[in-house]
């Protein structure tokens, strides 16, 4: 049982039950409503899509957990200084069972990709997953101790989890004009429109979280000589950092709530204002004072209650367009 405990732990079960709850609001609460006929909704709700669906999901699941089983891997010198009471590798799971579970979960994620990519005839998810788990490795031996290179990386990769299930349903990455949905055509400007909106919070969002987890960590990446923000430029310039980013989040949540208010969607207005922008303003007044590690680490979760309630505003934007 210890073991499982630890396995579970190692994997980050609630990041990959975050990432399967962004799959699945996207497909069902923005993707499913533009639907135009009763022809399309049999076509992606039933049947094989459903079970692609399903394959894709747990895909990106396998290739998120073999990232983090990696990263502590690789990580395990500068965890026992700035977590020694979390370390799970070579405590509680060998190393040599950890690099095994690496290869059999983003092994199989990037067979289940190319796999679905052969069934939906788009080619992009294999190549994108494949991608995904080579940048998961070179982030944790390399662009995680180096300036901002690291911190933009992850952020992409968290965007990745929402485009993947663009690309499964017919999209282009340039823009909507490109889709090849086919036979059952749908609302493809607003599914786009949504789209880059939920990945662009989700990247953004992620690189202030990396810079605050960096701030937390700074004793130990300072130890083994990594080059993080904090390290190089400094806390209170990384601190200004945060808060700029934080600041233009801000102002783009205003204005969608704003647009909401006005749209007639009053309960996406008042949730935008009470669920996000309160806890963002929280965020800021408690960056102000934060000092310790302790601090850091208490904004580094606030920053996901944020990034969660930030993708549960899918079910109030169903016809946004």
Not at 38 to 51: S, T
Not at 127 to 142: D, Q
């Amino acid at each position: 049982m210890k073991v499982l405990i630890a396995f579970i732990r190692l994997v980050r079960w609630p990041n990959l039950f975050f990432i399967m709850l962004t799959q699945t609001l996207y497909y069902f609460f923005l993707f499913r409503p533009l639907l135009n006929d009763d022809g399309a909704v049999e076509f992606y709700f039933k049947g094989e899509r459903m079970g692609l669906f399903g394959l894709l999901m747990l895909a990106s699941v396998l290739i998120a957990a073999g990232g983090y089983i990696i990263n502590d891997y690789f990580d395990l010198k500068i965890d026992r200084i700035n977590k020694p009471t979390k370390v799970v590798v070579d405590k509680i799971i060998k190393r040599r069972w950890v690099i095994l579970w690496h290869g059999i979960f983003s092994t199989t994620g990037v067979l289940l990709s190319f796999y679905i990519s052969h069934r939906t005839e788009n080619y992009f998810i294999a190549f994108g997953n494949t991608i995904c788990v080579i940048a998961l490795w070179l982030y944790s031996t390399t662009f995680k101790k180096k300036i901002l290179s690291g911190n933009l990386l992850i952020a992409a990769l968290t965007a990745w989890v929402i485009f993947v299930i663009y690309f499964f349903v017919g999209g282009n990455l340039v823009s909507y004009k490109g889709w090849i949905s086919g036979l059952h055509p749908f609302d493809a400007p607003g599914l786009y429109k949504l789209t880059m909106l939920y990945a662009s919070f989700a990247f953004v969002l992620t690189i202030v979280r990396e810079v605050i987890k960096d701030l937390e960590d700074i004793l130990g990446d300072a130890e083994f000589g990594c080059r993080t923000m904090p390290i190089v430029w400094g806390v209170t310039a990384s601190k200004v950092f945060v808060a700029v980013w934080m600041v233009v989040l801000m102002v783009a949540a205003a204005f969608s709530g704003i647009y909401a208010f006005q749209s007639g969607w009053r309960p996406g207005a008042i949730y935008v204002f009470v669920g996000i922008l309160f806890p963002m303003l929280v965020f800021m007044k408690r960056l102000n004072k934060a000092r310790l590690p302790a601090d850091f680490h208490k904004l580094s979760s606030l920053i996901k209650w944020i990034m969660m309630l930030g993708i549960l505003s899918m079910v109030f934007f169903l016809r946004i367009k």
